[in-house]
């Protein structure tokens, strides 16, 4: 074997530092830290300031702080035979004795001597006496790496078993020492001026100039001021933001130079019937947004656009024109969508609009893998269709619009003539999903449509290689919802309250988000309390709607609420999405602490669908002040992108685009929930970038 030299000093393996042995080197890969780089990457998760540690006399109850001292005594407590145990020290620096202690860890005997100078963090649990539980602690050895440790503000790193602070934190000086000049900037001249973009000539307030790629690494690991850390933290998330920018730029650029667009427009021989008899006229924000859609769909390059609208916006029309367009053009379209449930809907929304225009469509669920629900013109069949297994012929005449959950992107189904794709519900499947439907077709149009209202920096970061619409209306003549969060003791009058609206001819939906579907004790769990519904709502008739259900089961149960002889729909949150009954005007959510604000607010997206008054009724366990002030979001706003903001900022990310949203990188610097701006910028800068790349 030869030792090549790696190909950038930053890529050198630890173990080829000096004083790396074969134990620490296992130590620090399960860190994940194998390269220098990696090292110089790794974030501290606290910083210490030791140009001021407290006296002890000083240290104040509760509040966090690091000291220093000398034990003066120490010992181990013993009791029920040897099982239970206490060691403690006790240090003195002078001013005062603080007390150690901790539990159960008898082991920690070892490492400590009378006369030993050590550095402590934690938060004292008793004045009298000063006493730490379980504090941090860093031996303050006689040696001239002190400079590293003491008298300065020193990083603390997430650590792993048996990898001392002071030993990994040298190791970082150390890396810093020898490697830090060969950092380079990643875009020399692109970062590190405010001047960055278009925007700098605008009068927004400049960005602030951030240091070096560099300086920020080093500063990240050993600031001058506290102050350091940020903007070496903001650095170094930009630099993460800009690569995430360019990949998706690059990916712009590949669909740009290896993609036509398919010539979709249209020439509105379908949609003119389509509208005339569809009972309603389109919203302003529907039509501005079809103009778009039209003129990606003659444009050069395939589509990529994500329409982001409101619950209740009006996306499926939008939806259904948009195929109208393909299939005008001559070919195929697809449409996915989460669940079964929803594909039935759409399939019923669809057949009642497309019925009268003979339009061909396929459903394709797991449940059940195809069935031709409208073939009017099967008289002509294409024989020999290679890639249809199943047997199940495709009309000649090429426009059919496939409707289907994720079964459409399992193997079987490629299509013909596939010219535009467009996924529902975007947030429920990640972008690997949505570039597995596109390869079934020599790049399609795509157009991708959610309704959780994600914040700009979100989009951006998710979806900077999709161009965004946004429906920013509702329909007109839209009864209003309001908002109620109770206490679970109220659960009797909340009843009381929806068997008044029956008795007026309404519907109720009545939620129970925590139930899995995965789970069968929660099946059975919210199976027992569709039985208790039916006794507190009888006459009135109470259905029952869960993911574990069949899909004709499914179809069954939603077919007897539409037509009203179900009253009631106890459901998990498979109706989050989706689901269009203008006749269902309250909305209960039991458990709803349980939930993200952007899920509750789809939830309640059910009700308010009609003319009449809707109401949507929390019931929560609300024992803290912050759960309550949380729900409260929702009461006091129907604006799905303040409720998503505000999701952000409590839940973090993961919360508000669901547990199967795949697409994003960790970041390790970067904070999608507050660096909204940084991420602009990147954005701003990837264009330069991409500007400059055309121009050579
Ligand atoms: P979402 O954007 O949440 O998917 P839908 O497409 O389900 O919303 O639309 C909600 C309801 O509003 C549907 O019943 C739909 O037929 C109706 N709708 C859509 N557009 C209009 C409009 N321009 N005027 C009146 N009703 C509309
Ligand atoms: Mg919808």
Known sequence: MTNRPPAHPLDAPLS???????????QLARLKLHTTGDLLLHRPRRYEDRTRLRPIADLALGQPAAARGKIVALGTKRWRGGSKSVFEFILEDGTARLHCRWWN????????????????????????????????????????ENFIHLNRIVPIYPLTEGLPQRWLRALVWRVLETYEAQIVEPRPGLIGSPACGPASSSKKPEAPSLPSRADA?????????????ELARQRLALDEFLELQLELQRRRQTLRANARGLPCAGDNHLIKPFLKQLGFPLTAAQTKVLREIRRDLGGPQPMRRLLQGDVGAGKTVVAACTALM??????????MVPTEVLAAQHIETFRHWFGPLSIPMELRTGGRKTSNIQHPTSDVERGGLGHSPTGNRQPATGNTLFIGTHALIEGAFAPDNLGLVIIDEQHKFGVAQREQLVRKGCYPHLLVMTATPIPRTLGLTLYGDLDISVIDQLPAGRGRIK???????????????IRGKLQEGRQAYVVYPRVEESDQGEIKAVTRERAKLEKEFAPFQVGLLHGRLGPEEKERVMAAFRANRVH?????????????????????IENAEQFGLAQLHQLRGRVGRGAH?????????????????????????????????????????????????SGLPPFRFGDLSQDGSLIERARRLARQVGDTAEKT
């Open 16 to 26: 080829a530092l000096r004083g790396v042995g074969a134990e620490r080197l296992a």
């Open 326 to 335: 393909a299939l005008e053009s001559g070919f195929n379209a697809a449409l």
């Open 613 to 661: 008054e809707s109401y949507c009724v929390l019931v929560a366990d609300i024992k803290t002040a912050e759960a309550r002030q949380r729900l409260k979001v929702l009461e006091e706003t129907t604006d799905g992108f303040r409720i998503a903001e505000a999701d952000l900022k409590l839940r973090g990310p993961g919360e508000l685009l669901g547990h199967q949203q």
């Open 568 to 588: 009631v729909l106890v459901a998990t949150s498979i109706i989050e999405v989706g689901l269009d009954l203008p006749n269902a005007t309250v909305m209960l």
């Open 483 to 497: 908002t109620f969060v109770r206490a679970a003791d109220k659960l009797p009058k909340v009843f009381e309250f």
């Open 105 to 144: 860890l008898p082991f920690m005997e070892k490492y400590f001597h009378p006369g030993d100078e050590v550095l402590v963090y934690g938060r004292p649990v008793s004045l009298k006496p000063r006493t730490l539980d379980h504090p941090e602690t860093e031996m303050v050895e006689v040696g001239e």
């Open 217 to 229: 690494i080093h500063l990240i690991h050993f600031p001058e001021q506290m102050s350091d850390v």
